[in-house]
């Protein structure tokens, strides 16, 4: 028997079903599930994939017996709605679509009403009753033939059609009447021949036949090839075509199409929701021409069609168990369901869907777990803004950390910190920001900078502090001096208003309304069923007590790092620090020191106390010292200010001497350079006076009851001598003070793994080391000599625009490459230790699909920001129950 390659639907039992998607695509597979569970469609029929991949193979040739068992199919469609196709008085009329096995934007639209023609257009209006409307079916038809399957543009149809409304002095396409669309067909099939050298095929079999070689065509255009490329989708699936009988929703009032959800996909509530248009096509409802009606309407309108559509909605959604998305037509009082898919659905409505589906017995926990995207519950857990709002976007940055601000606009952390005092809420906007730029930050709605990546300062404390920042939006010229920025012709001036939208990166103008996050019921139950599924733990990053209760509060179960030079900043601080690194003599620095320990050491308990009965991982100063330096254009600017206006000589020789100071300390590439352990080693002290206020710290809550577990680790490790000479100070240090104190406090040290040598000398570095902590952002930029600060804003746009790289490293763990040296230095690592303790701090640690790859490698914990916690809890529960599945 030869093989099959036409599958019909539509009456009685159906030859296909859903379980048979790569054969028939997703669109054919699911029209012939409905036909079994006794939903009416619109009969027709499916060609197989398998007939589009022979048609690749032979050169445009179908397999053996095809084209007959399609005439087969036709025939029976013929019977199944009593009309012809090419019949005169009484014309069967197909659309003809295409459907791969994944739905896959960038291949062929569907072609509508094939089957007309000059002949059968007077059946048409004969059985419509309708003349109008079925011109404009047949203008539609060979607009849409010669754009889909003769190759031509649009515009050149669309064209006469202005030409034509100008000529009649009217705007809208629905105004043209029955004479005006039945001279467009005739220029319209003129404008073919002159640009083909062909006619509008008549035959409808040759319609038909054209369409169908359109389809397969469709496969392998530039734009779905470039979509299968990114989207790792195999080119030899090929696609399915859909034949299929025209209904037609506008035949009168007792005709009309709508759309509906089985729950709300706003809330997730339980109710029937969806819109409908009497007497009317698809199209008008998405057009938004005419005002659809609610569903419920339609109860009073057609009672019978309402309940049988009630009927249908409920056991669609008990067949497939989840939310459906349907579209259907209703022409001369009978139903027809078009399309039946799985809807799309707010963060807000998955939870709740899934929460409440267990409660219905229709899907298991694990299903539930599984429905929920780890990156939608980011739209909770932030302020957005109003989506009902009417917005100005004018500039698009990088969405560098989630969440809706509004505010004045300043410029500098200063002027940001005085208008918060004085009750004001203000937008800091910047180039970029520093770490002395960190309480203005705190003060402000949201941070604007106009460079900078994903990683950039700005983008990763505000992260942390969950403040929304766009970053990198290098549209905005920002003009400190003159205290304004500029984007296009329009200029925005300090104490402008404007709105920042942290999830899609757009700057907008003005003040725009937000609303506020509420973590519903349904979220801690999903978060709870999460918890027990997952193995990996989670951690955060936090640095300041109140964040780190923010995060306890969102399901943190330790600190994976305290970023500590954070807490070198502020008024007071900053001075004696820079006095600290200033200094060439030994007691400057140590007087620095001292002044500097009581304040760490109240940090580190605030920050115990706030995480007391978990493990809290203490990083050692990291960050180049020229951070805490003033910046060498403002010092040169404030010395020839004081030259010009004659300021005393002796305060400029101390300016001049900073000057050289900072400029003997100028590194050509800081991130490489004089920073993390090297500076424990030239300055032991740091470390020494940091160590010290930890375990004083410990010691002291320790005696007050607390439970601490202090986790000390050494940066930027890539020798085993430089984390055998910082940790000794550390041992030192922590056993003196527990000497002093009269008390024992379990720690350990271990080192971040951020370099690649850390990661091919791993099992060296494990004989010292009581944990590993992946830096992935360092270990991101040394593995693939990628600066975090310059990229995102340079080339890797192009890069991503040009496919080059799939995502931006720094954002999604480079599993192929970065990944392979995490994965080695794990193995490598519990070779040596076979218990080792082993983290990941980057960014990474709150990317879900990151967070898989830390699961699938072994290691203990991730660790990320706050606010991203339930998200990697939620990745951390579908990587164990995916795995599982395996
Ligand atoms: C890292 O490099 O991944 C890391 C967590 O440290 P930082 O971003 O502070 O360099
Ligand atoms: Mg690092």
Redesign the pocket.
Known sequence: MSKKYVYFFGEGKAEGNSKMKNLLGGKGANLAEMTNLDIPVPPGFTITTEACIYYYQHKGKYPKGMKEEIDRNLKRLEKAMGAGFGDKYNPLLVSVRSGARVSMPGMMDTILNLGLNDETIKGLIEAMGHERFAWDSYRRLIQMFAHVVMGMESDEFEELIEGKKKELGIKLDTELNTSALKDLVGKFKKRVRERTKKDFPQDPRRQLFMAIDAVFGSWNTQRAITYRKLHNLSHTWGTAANVQTMVFGNMGRDSGTGVAFTRDPATGEKKFFGEYLLNAQGEDVVAGIRTPKKISKLAREMPGVYRELVRIYKKLEKHYRDIQDLEFTIQKKRLFLLQTRTGKRTAQAALKIAVDMVKEKLISKKEAILRVEPNQLDQLLHRRIDPKARIKVIAKGLAASPGAAVGEVVFTADHAQEEAERGRKVVLVRQETSPEDIHGMAAAQGILTSRGGL?SHAA?VARGMGKCCVAGCEAIDVDYNRKRFVVGDIVVKERDYISLNGNTGEVISGRVPTIEPALSKEFQILMKWADEARRLGVRTNADTPKDVRKARELGAEGIG?T?TEHMFFGEKRLPIVQEMILTRDAKTRERALKKLLPMQRKDFKGIFKAMEGFPVTIRLL?PPLHEFLPRIEELLVEIATLKAKKGSKKRIAQKEKLLNKIEALKEMNPMLGHRGCRLGITTPEIYRMQSQAIFEAACELSKEGYKVIPEVMIPLVGHINELKFTQEDVHRVAKEVMKRKKVKVDYTVGT?I?LPRACITADEIAEEADFFSF?????TQTVFGFSRDDIEGKFLPVYLEKGILKNNPFAVLDQRGVGELVEMAVRKGRRVKKNLKIGI???HGGEPSSVEFCHRIGLDYVSCSPYRVPIARLAAAHAALKSRKV
């Open positions: 990683t990763v790092l970023r990291d971040m951020e830096g992935t952002n360092d270990l701090c980057g960014e």
